[in-house]
């Protein structure tokens, strides 16, 4: 048995919503990664199970190594089909917020759908300071994933027999991905509990792993050489890597949406590298997108906050910066011995 975590009061409450809904919208933050899609379309496969009429909305596109999650196919992209979401909400009386604490996670046009909505909504999260504007909020930071609290609520509503194959994928693949292979956190007993479960389910975790891990394009994995070799800066007496990334770059190695993703892990497999950060340029958008990882007690989310208008987990967050390049990455490297 798993102990358990989530309030009483929260999942009643949820339960109570989940069934006198009949459209349920699920929605999810920006540049979703594996626990946005993942802990998504785990909800989605559930609440089919339920028999309820469901959609799942990103405000842009996933990364291609999660389009074999089953449904993937399913999920509709609000900047492309930004009319069809517009209609889905119009129509929905329950929302559930995966992934995310604050409404502005999910981009600016989506924000303002979610915000004049009537809907109820319902919060599943792990990220710390959750927003107070959700009619139920299920946010556990000391979960590995929203995938997590998705799985501990689905069961504790008394639906662990709906939990089918494809929910239980996407929860495993979810799981996975935000903990870097189970390789960070991921001490908990129980999540190994939980994973038990998965693959009682039929979750196949060796082929999940092979999907999502050894699937690169010849691109990408020149890219990673090149970052290495050329572009990763250490600076050993802050234990700290720096990697800069311009558009012209990512273009010379054709990069694709997500192929960016885990290379800020990399200088992590250095001795003494303690913390690691991608300045990545995103010339539309007008801003420098930051990714900080970090081993131990240096606090990122702490430093993105305050100097990067982010946030996100003590050890990985990320945040943004709107003047150079050269200007992030010198308050960088002054503010980072505060964190040490
Ligand atoms: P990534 O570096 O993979 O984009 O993000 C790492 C973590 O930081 C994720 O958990 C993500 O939710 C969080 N994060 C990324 N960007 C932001 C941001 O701009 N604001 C906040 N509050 N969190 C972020
Ligand atoms: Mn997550």
Redesign the pocket.
């Known amino acids: 048995m798993i102990s358990k975590i989530i309030e009483e009061a929260k999942v009643q409450q949820a339960k109570k919503l989940i069934e006198k809904s009949q459209k349920i919208i699920i929605v999810s933050?920006m540049?979703p990664?594996g626990d946005a899609v993942g802990s998504s379309l785990a909800m989605y496969h559930f609440l089919l199970e339920l028999e309820k009429d469901v959609q799942v909305i990103l405000p842009d596109a996933f990364p291609d190594f999660l389009n074999w999650l089953n449904a993937s196919g399913d999920i509709l992209l609000y900047d492309r089909y930004p009319q069809y979401a517009e209609e889905a909400f119009d129509a929905a009386d329950l929302i559930l917020c995966m992934d995310f604490n604050s409404h502005h996670?999910v981009g600016e046009n989506l924000k303002q759908l979610l915000e004049k909505s009537s809907a109820k909504k319902i919060l599943i999260d792990h990220?710390l300071d959750p927003d107070e504007t959700f009619d139920v909020s299920i946010s556990y930071p000391s979960m590995c994933a929203t995938a997590e609290v998705a799985f501990r609520l689905i069961c504790r509503m008394g639906y662990f027999e709906e939990i089918n194959r494809n929910c239980a994928e996407a929860i495993y693949t979810a799981m996975m991905t935000d903990t870097g292979r189970f390789s960070y956190n991921s001490d908990s007993p129980e999540i190994y509990y939980i994973i038990a479960e998965l693959i009682k389910k039929g979750v196949n975790k060796d082929e999940i792993h092979r999907r999502v891990y050894q699937n690169e394009s010849l691109d990408r994995m020149r890219l990673r050489g090149y970052i290495i070799y050329e572009k990763m800066k250490v600076i050993p007496t802050l234990q700290c890597a720096i990697i800069t990334l311009t558009e012209d770059e990512m273009l010379h190695f054709n990069c694709q949406k997500g192929d960016t993703e885990g290379l800020?892990n990399i200088p992590l497999d250095i001795k003494n590298v303690n913390c690691s950060v991608l300045f990545k340029e995103d010339r539309q958008a007008g801003k420098i997108k930051i990714?900080f990882r970090s081993i131990g007690s240096i606090a990122v989310n702490e430093l993105s906050n305050k100097y990067f208008?982010?946030?996100?987990?003590k050890n990985?967050?990320?945040?943004?910066w709107y003047a150079s390049m050269e200007e992030a990455v010198e308050l960088f490297k002054k503010v980072l011995p505060d964190y040490m």
């Open positions: 933050h540049s990664d996670r990220h800020v990714s208008n982010g946030g996100g987990h990985a967050a990320g945040g943004s």
